[in-house]
Nanobody, 124 residues
Framework: QVQLVESGGGLVQAGGSLRLSCAASGGTFSSYGMGWFRQAPGKEREFVAGINWSGGFTRYADSVKGRFTISRDNAKNTVALQMNSLKPEDTGVYYC?????????????????WGQGTQVTVSS
């Protein structure tokens, strides 16, 4: 059983930056592909970014390409999401997720474990 705890959310003005972090425990972290998802009010949860077990391969939603960067530190059991040039449409609850596999997955149904989420609000 893997436990995931996100941190780093908050309120920021458009154009600003935030860094989200997710700490994992209870499993062999390097055995899991990791992802970040977000959910805006009234909308479905959507894929934001994913990273494979080694950190050597990443994938992003088109809406965040060039602005967000996902990274992981297998020695510290953490995954991070650096978010730059934030827009009001980036507002939502951001979730860290893990799945028992080595590659990048983009569907919510592929992930086995989820954090509780952290709120990101971008004001215009």
């Amino acid at each position: 059983q893997v436990q995931l705890v996100e941190s780093g959310g908050g309120l920021v003005q458009a154009g600003g930056s935030l860094r989200l972090s997710c700490a994992a425990s209870g499993g062999t972290f390097s055995s899991y592909g990791m992802g970040w998802f977000r959910q805006a009010p009234g909308k479905e949860r959507e894929f934001v970014a994913g990273i494979n077990w080694s950190g050597g391969f990443t994938r992003y939603a088109d809406s965040v390409k060039g602005r967000f960067t996902i990274s992981r530190d297998n020695a510290k059991n953490t995954v991070a999401l650096q978010m730059n040039s934030l827009k009001p449409e980036d507002t939502g609850v951001y979730y860290c997720a893990a799945y028992a596999g080595l590659y990048v997955r983009i569907e919510t149904s592929d992930y086995d474990y989820w954090g509780q989420g952290t709120q990101v609000t971008v004001s215009s």
